[in-house]
């Protein structure tokens, strides 16, 4: 048995790998920084902030603000499907929630209207929207990759996807709480009234409603529709076009700011008058940083588009994590917490800031994009300013 100390048995485990030369190796000069229990390599591949955090995040811990939509369970539909990130699964992420949707070719994300206020951002594909609005007024039109639409709360809408191949978009809704499964669904209310009520309202027989779905469609796969120009004119009827500009064509305008180191594009109520949340569309380019800031007047969601990044958000009580985001991936800052996104990968890092503001506002120590090679500091972009 006396063979079998303590010091004899970590010497047998690490002449079993080869040496200690090898360990320490493996994990650089700090012995310490080794983890042969069980992992999952692929995730703690990316989290390498998470695996061996920077010595300067704090050893008491920041509350996770990060979760990436692969967890997130799936509703699938002949037609689409519908995934969504809330307080539920990121308990720091109290204002805003998020859900993210695809529709096939002729998927129809069924009418239906809600408490929050919609945004959203297109990710694949074409769709066309629908809205009416507060006079009865409608509003039709086609979106593509990067357009915005934004649904006040209460105005009823569906969303379509078109050919080839439907689409993919990303809503976020002004509400942590927010459940895409707890809309408002015009067949789900007409099957709870009454047929007689049904049929004093709309002055047709009980009869008209006997074909009524008993459950909810949510999601659902029809025809492909035909021309905007004749969807336009449908919808219209006898009220006509809402005046209200419900859509946003994001690639549209220049960039709000540009240096070598990426751009950003900032909508909102400035120059997308219906919307009361605000969006920063960030590209950093390989080597950039997004530098240290923090928002006065919101909190901060975030949905990461492409490539791979790292945030340390700074908080109160001398507090700090670092956590590592990629495509996919949903952050969240509360309002005030100084932090900055660094591009680690050697592709664009594109990202979405979104905020439950009319206007966005940030206050940065210098400039909105920065390179890290020290030497290469840029020019300040256009008046210099932080907002535009
Ligand atoms: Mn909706
Ligand atoms: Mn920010």
New binding site residues.
Partial sequence: MSAFTRRNFIGTAAAAVGSFATLQKIAGADRSKSDPGPGSPPLDGQNPDSMWPPGTDSKSLVQNFKYPFSFANKRTYEGGWSREVTVRELPVSKTLAGVNMRLTAGGV?EL???TSA?WAIMLYGTARITAIDADGKSFVADVKKNDLWF?PSGIP?SIQGLNPDGCEFM?VFDDGNFS?SE?VLLSDSMAHLPREVLSKNFGVGEQAFANLPKQELFIFQTDVPGRLEDDQKVAAGALGKSPTDFAFRTMEMPPTKQTKSGEVRIVDSRNFEVSTTAMALVTVHPGGLRELHWHPNADEWQYYISGKGRMTVVATGNKARTMDFQEGDVGYIEKTLLHYIENTGDTDLVFIEMFKADHYQDLSFSEWLAHTMAGSHTARAGDGSPEH
Avoid: Q, V
Wanted: no cysteine.
């Fill in positions: 994300r239906h209207w809600h919609e649904f809408h809503l895409e809309t």
